[in-house]
């Protein structure tokens, strides 16, 4: 493939900035960066490469695109510009030549569930008025317009349902799940814990409820009064005094259980408290609109024959058919029909024609979801802008990669800088300029080892991508073939695109199960096969007897969540703060030193370490805390030293500098240890879990599951375990799950990593292509087998694979 040569970012600087061929960094130290500076040429696409954690996306992201936003803030409108101060530009000392940037990135918060395929393609504003213009409607009805097409609209929502499609309800069973405990001993399940709890408990007693008496000696009716009335009756309660407190009566509200889980399930902030109320909650399609989200007079319209019901369920694929075999009636449905396809074109074009419009935004990969976004920014035709992208090859496979490339291209010929933060050896090599991070992670990184043409970065020695790159690096060892044990059957499968799959899943061995993106792979492992091995592990005869499942999903979904907090080290961690002299002195306990709860923490930021920026007409951005500075805690929790640093310091460090700091402490050393050896030693302790890329936190799943010595067989379900991950890191990865296959227990990954899969002892390929045209098992065999399989898109990569790795 033929790339024009990129300027020379080392010409020396011409008089004019703004005519500057160059982005030019001076002094980045964001993170783990050491006053790093680079020239990166423009209008060319510059790939940044490193091992994981080594600080390519505190340059990319961190740095550059930082640095574009604060510019673009500044620009907007002046009252912006204070609000600068508080979010913080980043630590450089300069940048030059740098064009507006738009991100993509995988970290993004997880969308919503009226979010989908076609809210994030604006591809559902187009068939809306599409409907709306060119519709068939009923005799004698009245036109709509697009908004009545939309079930997130008032206009347009299903009212039985407000447009979600399916309606949440509750009983007595779920309700009250033993009914031999009385109201006293905690019958009513669903209603909050704590003193909410024992208000209600007690207004039901002052309105004269037995409450000491089982549940199921209660008359009926009394027993649907509790659970359902409508009526908030306010009494006056004379609480039962305390030994050491007297309580003065008061007026207590009375909340039914079925009012109290459906306030908290749509109303409640709380996530925790919203996972906790649809435990009690049974959902089903809304009876009124049959799970359609739209009201009866959008649904009466058709076009080509079909609902725009139908018409968002199709694949992509069948509807692009669909539109240009609809002849058209009229001008307005042309233009329309044009525009739709236009826009469904570089979604295809990206390897998603298998999803529909109303598959929602929650249940699509990171991968999928920021091609998708890729695709309607190549449809913006934006020019002279920086784009930013975070792993766009993420989930795919490597027949899809090539249509990536040609995609990445076309933004560039269009007169953009494309900046792509990447581990795929693919889009490394197709790269115009590499800039090389490195040479290790955390503290051991943060040096630019290379900025250049790709084949220049040959002679840097120190550089892991150097050696994954040019071959240096010695091949996975080949290992004796294990045999396989029992199997896992699991036959006629039925569910999304997979038709009756029958597939067999050996016992005692690592499976790797390969194809094409949308080809089925994760709904066979992470669905089926979870389901089916979950429903069997209390039958006695069953060879396995756990089950794990490791996924990409956040470990948190807020920054309260962090490394320390998911492994438990917390806890270890605040009972040695405990234990110091001088918390004894202050009589203070381990919830002193825990950034969740008033007492210890600072309470200007209530212990989140930044307050919220609220920008008119922007999202809403993050600004450290004015008064902790971002510590978390207050003053007075800060004097209190372990071996000398305070708790702040404490999470500050890195896993590396903690397993030694700790390492006369065997319940924090373990976890460290198991963190340390899944190659996650740059991370800090109190990073945040909204921080972590989807790799990292399936990794730390995977830590916190190593650091428990099992014996039991227990099965391993992995879902790309390998994505967001340096050649370098994929190996130390894959020590540690051949190492749980070597212990006696079974491996199935989801994975499109070939050197991988070639080290695989069993492997499952579907397809032959996504979505409707997939969904079956071409090929099950040893590595070998599958390589040589006729009518496998897998086959001829696995192969050549298998030729420079010497496999297994």
Known sequence: MHHSPPPDPYAPDPPNPSHDPCVRVRGAREHNLRGVDVDIPRDALTVFTGVSGSGKSSLAFGTLYAEAQRRYFESVAPYARRLIHQIGAPKVDSVTGLPPAVSLQQRRSSPGSRSSVGTVTLLSNSLRMLYSRAGAYPVGAERLDSDSFSPNTTAGACPSCQGLGR????????????????????????????????????????????????????????????????????????????????????????????????????????????????????????????????????????????????????????????????????????????????????????????????????????????????????????????????????????????????????????????????????????????????????????????????????????????????????????????????????????????????????????????????SGKSTLVGQALAEEVSGRLTDQDFPVRRLVEVDQKPIGRTPRSNLATYTGLFDVVRRLFTATEEAKARGWRAGRFSFNVPGGRCETCQGEGFVSVELLFLPSTYAPCPQCAGARYNSETLEVRYRGLNIAEVLGLTVEAAAGFFAEVPAAARSLRALEEIGLGYLRLGQPATELSGGEAQRVKLASELQRSRRDHTLYLLDEPTTGLHPADVRVLMRQLHGLVDAGHSVVVVEHDMAVVAGADWVLDMGPGGGAAGGRVIASGTPREVARTPGSVTAGYLARALGSDGGS
């Open 167 to 518: 309606v949440h309800h509750t009983n007595e069973k779920l309700l009250v799940p033993d009914p031999a405990l009385s109201i006293r001993q905690g019958a009513i399940a669903a209603w909050p814990g704590a003193w909410q709890g024992k208000n209600l408990r007690d207004v039901l007693d002052a309105l004269g409820y037995d409450v000491d008496r089982p549940w199921r000696e209660l008359a009926a009716e009394d027993r649907e009064w509790i659970l359902f009335t409508r009526e908030q009756p306010v009494v006056t309660v004379h609480p039962v005094r305390d030994a050491d407190r007297i309580q003065r009566p008061y007026q207590g509200t009375y909340m039914s259980a079925h009012r109290y889980v459906m306030r908290t399930f749509s109303d409640s902030k709380s996530a925790t408290l919203r996972a906790r109320a649809e435990r009690f909650l049974t959902d089903a399609p809304c009876p009124v609109c049959e799970g359609r989200r739209l009201r009866p007079e959008a649904l009466a319209v058709t076009f080509a024959g079909r609902t725009i019901a139908e018409a968002a369920a199709l694949a992509l694929t069948d509807l692009d058919e669909v539109l240009a075999s609809t002849p058209s009636q009229g001008e307005a449905a042309r233009v329309l029909i044009e525009d739709l396809r236009s826009r469904i074109d570089p979604v295809t074009e990206l390897g998603l024609g298998y999803l529909s419009l109303d598959r929602t935004a929650p249940t699509l990969s990171a991968g999928e979801l920021q091609r998708l976004r890729l695709a309607t920014q190549l449809r913006s035709g934006l020019f002279g802008v920086v784009y930013v992208l975070d792993e766009p090859s993420a989930g795919l496979h490597p027949a899809d990669t090539e249509a990536l490339l040609s995609v990445l291209d076309r933004l560039k010929a269009a007169g953009n800088t494309v900046f792509v933060v990447e581990h795929h050896l693919d889009v490394v090599r197709h790269a115009d300029w590499l800039v090389d991070v490195g040479p290790a992670a955390g503290e051991h990184g943060g040096r630019v080892l290379h900025s250049g043409p790709p084949a220049a970065l040959a002679d840097v020695a120190e550089s892991a991508t150097a050696r994954a790159l040019f071959g240096t690096e010695e091949p996975f060892a080949p290992r004796p073939a294990r045999t396989a044990g029992a199997t896992i059957r699991l036959s006629g499968v039925r569910r999304h695109n997979l038709r009756g799959v029958d597939a067999e899943f050996p016992l005692g061995v690592f499976t790797a199960v390969t194809g094409v993106s949308g």
